[in-house]
């Protein structure tokens, strides 16, 4: 593996492919036999840095169509979060359902589970029919793993019934010195970022393309006025930066005077800090309150010059759902993913059915969206969000911020690479953008 950090460090790539895979590797993981370790707990009492390891697994079997990645940098979403502490469900569940596919998914179904579902890094092996990539190629991943075996995959992959997310449904993830992915999950690294830079968008930044802008999502036009909920989150601040690239109107929704000021920096003229606002959506566990859901349509027009929004784009789910189906105008669309303070959403339909306005699910994102969206990067027309690094060893505290949200934009993880900066090839390109790319680190 050393002999493999040392070849990148140095620029040579084309040693790559002579060089030996390792039987072995480092890899963050949580384990099967401590999947019932919080149960019983409250959500916000468990802690991933009890249940993320790094250990030293070995090297799966390398099949057709796939690569092996020599990784690195990796980042933390909320998958990683929910998998550490095995919720809503235990992933070891999505694992021994893979694992009965096929006589090859079988690797997966393991006592362990190695977890992340972003990367950056430098392909190492290909295998059989594997025509696009070969050693030494730069790369980032994308995160859908489909099996393309069924016709109902082929107009949108996400619709492909043996869709999964990589690293989170399927084992061998990005968090790791090596990585396996499908080959097509494989997409060229932006020259102009480091590797942790370039590893932190992919999940968010796609997924925030399909719900905003793609056919498949809100289908965002220039002029829409869109709330967005955690708009310098990891989601929210490639959200916020898609609406003014694309001409919308962010109406950006914060929870702090910081994090106003990092979307204000983006562009962004409307904000709304629910702190200072002090709404309280809910009276108690059980029950809504309506008038709050006036006085944020309220703000909403005051920001806005009385127009009401054409998009919400809806991810903290259960806590405020019921607010986002009120402020929507008339024909709106309400569009959700994730639900990261809850599943079960509650809404009063009559502001729903009487007004007309749409409910939307988007899902990550299909190949030709995921394609898009780092294009996007790559021209530097949306940057990375990213605002703390740690090293793989520290990946438990990484996760642990994500799930208190005591952080902003993405939080990277040095995988292979030994120190921050590396990576950069277009240098040129680099400071062309040298302050939006830097503009999250250190909040």
């Known amino acids: 593996m050393n002999e493999i950090r040392d070849a990148i460090l140095a620029d040579q790539l084309d040693a790559l492919g002579g060089l030996a895979v390792p039987e072995s ?10 999947q019932d370790m919080f149960v019983g707990m409250p959500t916000k009492e468990k802690d991933p840095r009890k249940s993320l390891h790094v250990e030293e697994v070995p090297t799966p079997e390398l099949g057709p169509g796939e690569a092996i990645v020599a990784v690195m940098a990796s980042s933390v979403n909320y998958n990683t979060v929910w998998t550490s502490i095995f919720e809503p469900v235990s992933t070891f569940g999505f694992l021994e359902r893979y694992g009965r596919v096929s006589e090859l998914t079988k690797r997966h179904d393991l006592p362990y589970h190695v977890v ?32 393309l075996e069924d016709p109902a995959g082929h107009d949108d992959t996400m619709m492909d019934p043996q869709q999964r997310i990589w690293g989170f449904e399927t084992n061998f993830g990005g968090l790791a010195e090596l990585a396996l992915v499908k080959s ?12 942790e830079e370039a590893a932190s968008p992919g999940l968010v930044n796609s997924t925030a393309y399909r719900q905003l802008v793609s056919k498949n999502g809100a289908n965002m036009k220039q002029g829409d006025t869109v709330l967005i909920w955690g708009a310098s989150g990891g989601l929210g601040s490639y959200a916020t930066q898609m609406a003014l690239n694309g001409g919308a109107i962010p109406v950006c929704v914060v929870s702090s005077p910081e994090k106003a000021e990092i979307v204000r920096a983006m562009g962004a003229e409307l904000v709304i800090d629910r702190s200072a606002e002090g709404y309280r959506f809910w ?5 809504q309150d309506p008038k709050e859901w006036q006085r944020l349509g309220k703000k909403i027009r005051e920001l806005t010059g009385g127009e009401d929004v054409d998009i919400v784009f809806e991810h903290p789910g259960r806590e405020t759902f019921g607010a986002s189906v009120y402020v929507a105008k008339k024909g709106g669309t309400i569009i959700t993913c994730a639900s990261t303070t809850g599943y079960l959403h509650e809404y009063d339909n009559r502001y729903l059915w009487m007004n007309l306005k749409k409910i939307l699910s988007s899902h990550f994102a299909n190949y030709k969206e995921a394609w898009e969206a780092n294009r996007l990067i790559d ?14 060893e520290e990946v438990g505290q990484a996760a642990l911020d994500v799930h208190r949200n005591a952080h902003q934009g993405k939080v990277g993880v040095l995988t292979l690479a030994p120190e921050e900066g590396l990576g950069v090839k277009d240098a040129e390109k680099r400071q062309k953008h040298i302050e939006a790319i830097n503009r999250f680190r250190g909040v």
């Open 25 to 34: 590797y480092r890899a963050v993981l949580v384990r099967k036999d401590e």
């Open 184 to 195: 097509n999950q494989l997409m060229p690294k932006p020259a102009h970022l480091t590797w």
């Open 283 to 287: 009276k108690d566990d059980d029950t």
């Open 379 to 392: 021209k530097g027309l949306i940057h990375p969000t990213l605002s703390k690094v740690y090293p793989m």
């Open 116 to 147: 992340g579902s972003d990367l950056a890094g430098v392909v190492l092996r290909v295998g059989p029919g594997v025509n696009k990539w070969k050693p030494g190629d730069e790369v980032v991943a994308h995160c859908l793993s489909v099996e």
